[in-house]
T-cell receptor
Framework: AQSVTQLGSHVSVSEGALVLLRCNYSSSVPPYLFWYVQYPNQGLQLLLK??????LVKGINGFEAEFKKSETSFHLTKPSAHMSDAAEYFCAVRGVSSGSARQLTFGSGTQLTVLP | GAGVSQSPRYKVAKRGQDVALRCDPISGHVSLFWYQQALGQGPEFLTY????????KSGLPSDRFFAERPEGSVSTLKIQRTQQEDSAVYLC????????????????FGEGSRLTVL
């Protein structure tokens, strides 16, 4: 069964600083990996996804993530934080082989705070 | 519609009442998922439909939870005899089949139905 672990339930950065949110996955075969963002009282919005094409994936709002099979990681980064980036971020994994579960499995989330 | 639509957005129920939450997926999406998100937690999988067939209900926490999608489009999540621990946001998502041409694996989420059980 696939799973993801997000290290750090809360991350604070200063405006303009690098954002790094960590995600490690567990899967017997390379899965599909996703980062979603959730603003208060809203649903989840897709930031970016890895689907076995390029290992460096660029998403919306200047975010990107790199799939590293050797480290089983899919960390989310943004070079310069903006106040509007403050939100909850979820890493998720989805199995793609026959017989694997079809649902997304989410990590516990990382709350990003951006300080002025 | 353009996106996944859920109703009601907010529901307050007294303990013991039955509730029904509705999800209208993106037109043409055959896969539909229900998730439960407790306060401060990530979404937890409840159940999955492909068209009208409920292929996985392993995440439903008890037999008080029931989901249906009779015509392969709109889905309803029903919770009978609600308990305080049922208080959560219930998220619905839809997608195209993952292994078909053009399938990206992405789930599109609605804004959720927030249930508060008093």
């Amino acid at each position: 069964a696939q799973s993801v672990t997000q290290l750090g339930s809360h991350v604070s950065v200063s405006e303009g600083a690098l954002v790094l949110l960590r995600c490690n996955y567990s899967s017997s075969v390379p899965p599909y990996l996703f980062w979603y963002v959730q603003y208060p009282n809203q649903g989840l919005q897709l930031l970016l996804k890895y689907t076995s094409a390029a290992t460096l994936v660029k998403g919306i709002n200047g975010f990107e993530a790199e799939f590293k099979k050797s480290e089983t990681s899919f960390h989310l980064t943004k070079p310069s934080a903006h106040m509007s980036d403050a939100a909850e971020y979820f890493c998720a994994v989805r199995g793609v082989s026959s017989g694997s579960a079809r649902q997304l499995t989410f990590g516990s989330g990382t709350q990003l705070t951006v300080l002025p | 519609g353009a996106g996944v639509s859920q109703s009601p957005r907010y529901k307050v129920a007294k303990r013991g009442q039955d509730v029904a939450l509705r999800c209208d997926p993106i037109s043409g999406h055959v896969s539909l998922f229900w998730y439960q998100q407790a306060l401060g937690q990530g979404p937890e999988f409840l159940t999955y439909f492909q068209n009208e067939a409920q292929l996985d209900k392993s995440g439903l926490p008890s037999d008080r939870f029931f989901a249906e999608r009779p015509e392969g489009s709109v889905s309803t999540l029903k919770i009978q005899r609600t308990q305080q621990e049922d208080s959560a946001v219930y998220l619905c998502a839809s997608s195209t089949p993952i292994l078909t041409s053009g399938g990206t694996g992405e789930l599109f989420f609605g804004e959720g139905s927030r249930l508060t059980v008093l």
